[in-house]
């Protein structure tokens, strides 16, 4: 079982977080903390395996926590999942050896693939002996199943991005325009329709004219049943 500690300054998200976790086998949450300080003292006493770490923290940044994580508690593994997409802090994230650096707001989808990608490459840094090339490559690049969703993507579409979209889809049987996915994925209504007609050709999705109020026709996006 897997260990994690959530330092996240809104309980509401860091809630969020735990029940995310609870629906993933092999992970547990020990601890959350809601500020700098706090996680100080969470990663003193319990020294977890992993660490899901907010950047904007009421009394810190999230990247002032990374020297006194590796030195208190330096077999602690870290996962960002922030706002923060400024290059300065995605570099220190980078070159501290994050595991990996997820931005708000986040899918089910994108979190269930981080911690079962890390819980893949834990277990094979665990076993005895050697490891073979492709082991080893694993450790360091996507896995083939997102190498080929990369490969066979067309131009413009970024699979991370599909991603997000089409779990939200999903989680909304009522439908959503284009808009409402933008303002949702914090996109411009125009990226979002390139998007989910795009999952309308790999027939993902279906799409239909309805009448709103008003009488303006909308094109309405509704998950493939």
Known sequence: MIEILIIEDDKRIADIHKRFIEKIDGFQVVGSAHNGAEGKDWIEALKPQLILLDVY???????????FIQKESPDSDIIFITAASETEIVKKAFRSGVADYILKPLTFGRFQESLLAYQEKKRALEKDGTLDEAAIQRLWNMDRRNSLEAAETPKGIDPNTMSRIRDRLTGSPEGMTAEEMGAACGMSRSTARRYLEHLVTEHLA???LLYGTIGRPERRYFPQP
Do not use: C, F, R, W
Not at 57 to 67: I, S, V
């Open 57 to 67: 923290l009421p009394d810190m940044k999230g990247t002032d926590l990374l020297p």
């Open 206 to 208: 279906i799409a239909e």
